[in-house]
T-cell receptor, first 116, second 116 residues
Framework: DTAVSQTPKYLVTQMGNDKSIKCEQN?????MYWYKQDSKKFLKIMFS???????INETVPNRFSPKSPDKAHLNLHINSLELGDSAVYFC???????????????FGSGTQLSVL | AQKVTQAQTEISVVEKEDVTLDCVYE???????LFWYKQPPSGELVFLIR??????QNEISGRYSWNFQKSTSSFNFTITASQVVDSAVYFC?????????????FGTGTRLKVLA
């Protein structure tokens, strides 16, 4: 079983559309994250949730809205997609809360979003 | 300010050569953790090692070794006798909480190409 799974793997859409990316982890972790990786491979945190509560919101446009129905799921909904949103989005999870800084991250395989 | 610097954008070596990937970090915290992750062509990031700020002992795991030096704020990664399967993008990361919220900060990555 995949530890952190995200769907879809590829997402091609037109500007202005709304799309969602789903993420699920079966590791029993308390904290989940969304990262954005741009074309130069730069990885930047977008959000983190601990037990369904938003902990980190890294000045991401409010067109991006994460939703965590339970601690095993963290979905990302994006409204009014723009060209600059094209990137690879990674979901990740870690054990413990975000006050524990020594936890390693477990990543999903990424979602390649292409906005045309 | 850049907190994790990986100055080498891309390195190419011939199989069986040794290669060192550099990582320099910046933090005002006294307690922090450093990590290395590997991102192979398949895309998923994989944890390699974690080191805390109080443990400067170098570590060796098979062909991989890590040199942590607080005096120079560096956490370098050496692959001995490189293999084609080592070809990947390698990320150094810092986990610290000086700002009050603990989070990971990734470097910009070093792409390693090992040629047969």
């Amino acid at each position: 079983d995949t530890a952190v799974s995200q769907t879809p793997k590829y997402l091609v859409t037109q500007m202005g559309n709304d799309k969602s990316i789903k993420c699920e982890q079966n590791l029993g972790h308390d904290t989940m994250y969304w990262y954005k990786q741009d074309s130069k491979k730069f990885l930047k945190i977008m959000f983190s949730y601990n037990n369904k509560e938003l902990i980190i919101n890294e000045t991401v446009p409010n067109r991006f809205s994460p939703k965590s129905p339970d601690k095993a799921h963290l979905n990302l909904h994006i409204n009014s997609l723009e060209l600059g949103d094209s990137a690879v989005y990674f979901c990740a999870s870690s054990q413990g809360s975000t006050t524990i800084i020594n936890e390693k991250l477990f990543f999903g395989s990424g979602t390649q979003l292409s906005v045309l | 300010a850049q907190k994790v610097t990986q100055a080498q954008t891309e390195i190419s070596v011939v199989e069986k050569e040794d290669v060192t990937l550099d990582c320099v970090y910046e933090t005002r915290d006294t307690t922090y953790y450093l990590f290395w992750y590997k991102q192979p062509p398949s895309g998923e990031l994989v944890f390699l090692i974690r080191r805390n700020s109080f443990d400067e002992q170098n570590e060796i795991s098979g062909r991989y070794s890590w040199n942590f030096q607080k005096s120079t704020s560096s956490f370098n990664f050496t692959i001995t006798a490189s293999q084609v399967v080592d070809s990947a993008v390698y990320f150094c990361a810092l986990s610290e909480g000086f700002s009050g919220t603990y989070k990971y900060i990734f470097g910009t990555g070093t792409r390693l190409k090992v040629l047969a």
